[in-house]
């Protein structure tokens, strides 16, 4: 049975310890962070049931981390519990009012806290029962991206059946190519969907004995995705130096196909993509993935969460927004660093910071 995660964030030591070392001990797996900003680095990839949280810390406080956990689509929904030795009038009334789900007073009792966390723990796990629904976005933009490959499909299927003794081999294999290119679209909509789902519930291993090498999995990706982007071959430009990496040959082809499928897809035809890799470090390989495309605003980059799309219809974008989030997921989950540094209408620039595999340290 999978334990409930509680994310405790305090910065006073002695409280986080012995309320960590209580609650491990009650069968929850914890995770402790010292500020706003440490917890934000959690929950990046690790996802709990429940968050409780000091006010005042530094670097980052209690209610910036709230607010922020609020705007995510991902977190918003997580009951988040104010803890606090501050005293001041009214000051549990205003937390509530900006939508914690219940405060307490240090200090506080053992058996209040318990049962504190009990209840809001029930409560969650019945609200995600009643909604656990694969997809947090807009339903319209769900519904267009497996219906659009599936009539592709179907439609294919129609005219070859209706015309079977009437089309010549080309026609037919035009016909063909299309189901495919439907079916791999439509296959890649579901894959995304239940791979969101494994790590939204913190069910996806990774195994600290997966590599791959870079260069050989980077070819066969740009195979994969050119069979989409017809004579389009001559925009990938890349130099890319052989490495093992600490990361399994599946989740960095996921990587590769969806940040390189983004940057041309929103770039202009004229435009060429850049990818370089080489090895940064003792530690780390360096990969960057430069396009010359529409960006993103200072505004987009701060709300780049799951299912988060910007200005779909102007920019007749296909998708359900959750490539670039799933990536960044999976990077910190094996320990890697992504950055990324954008401008309106001038492009973006991916640096992704992957583990070197054990044997390539040495």
């Given at each position: 049975?999978n334990?409930n995660?509680i ?8 409280i986080r ?17 010292n500020?706003g900003?440490?917890?934000?680095d ?14 005042m ?6 209610t ?28 549990m009334?205003k ?5 914690a789900d219940?405060f ?5 009792k ?5 049962n504190i966390?009990?209840?809001?723990i029930d409560?969650?796990q ?10 947090v976005?807009?339903k ?5 991206e497996?219906n659009t490959?599936?009539?592709g499909i179907?439609?294919s299927?129609?005219l070859?059946l ?18 495919k290119i ?5 296959n890649?909509?579901?894959q995304?969907?239940i791979l969101?789902e494994s790590?939204?519930?913190n ?7 997966e ?9 066969k990706?740009?195979k ?6 017809k004579?389009?071959e001559?925009?990938?430009t890349?130099?890319?130096d052989?490495?093992?990496?600490k ?8 990587i590769?196909?969806?940040?390189i ?5 929103f ?15 003792d ?10 495309g ?5 505004e ?17 974008q ?8 799933l990536?960044?997921t999976?990077?910190?989950k094996?320990?890697?660093?992504f950055?990324?540094?954008?401008n309106?209408?001038k492009?973006?620039k991916?640096s ?5 595999s ?5």
């Open positions: 049975m334990k995660k994310l405790l964030v305090d910065d006073e030591l002695n310890e012995t309320t960590t070392e209580l609650l491990i001990y009650k069968n929850y797996e914890v995770k402790s962070a500020n900003q440490e917890a934000l959690i929950v990046a990839y690790w996802i709990p049931d429940l968050i409780i949280c000091d006010i810390m530094p670097i980052m406080d209690g910036k981390f709230h607010e922020i956990v609020k705007e995510n689509k991902s977190l918003v929904a997580i009951p988040f519990i104010f803890m606090t030795a501050k005293k001041e009038n009214n000051l009334r937390c509530m009012l900006d939508g219940d307490i007073s240090k200090p506080f053992t058996k209040e806290l318990l966390i009990a209840t809001k409560r969650f019945k609200i995600k029962n009643v909604h656990n629904n694969l997809y976005g807009e319209k933009y769900f519904l267009h497996v490959p599936l009539n179907l439609g299927i129609d070859l209706d015309n079977v003794n009437n089309l010549e081999k080309e026609d037919r294999k035009t016909f063909y190519n299309a189901i439907s079916g791999e679209r439509l890649r909509t579901m995304n969907l969101y790590l939204k519930n069910e996806l291993n990774f195994s600290d004995n590599q791959c090498e870079i260069l050989n999995v980077f070819w990706t740009k994969k995705i050119l069979t989409t982007y004579n389009q001559n925009r990938i890349f130099e890319i052989k490495s093992n990496l990361i399994s040959k599946k989740n960095l082809d996921f590769l196909f969806e940040l499928d983004n940057a041309l897809k770039s202009p035809t004229n435009t060429i993509i850049i990818i370089s890799g080489e090895k940064y470090n530690t780390y390989y360096e990969l960057i993935i430069h396009d010359f529409i960006g993103f605003s200072p987009e980059l701060k709300t780049i969460n799951a299912a988060q799309q910007f200005n779909r219809d102007e920019r007749e296909q998708g359900l927004g959750l490539g670039l989030y990536s960044k999976i990077i910190k094996i320990k890697g660093v950055s990324i540094i954008s309106e209408n492009g973006t991916i992704l910071f992957l583990p070197l054990p044997e390539q340290l040495h």
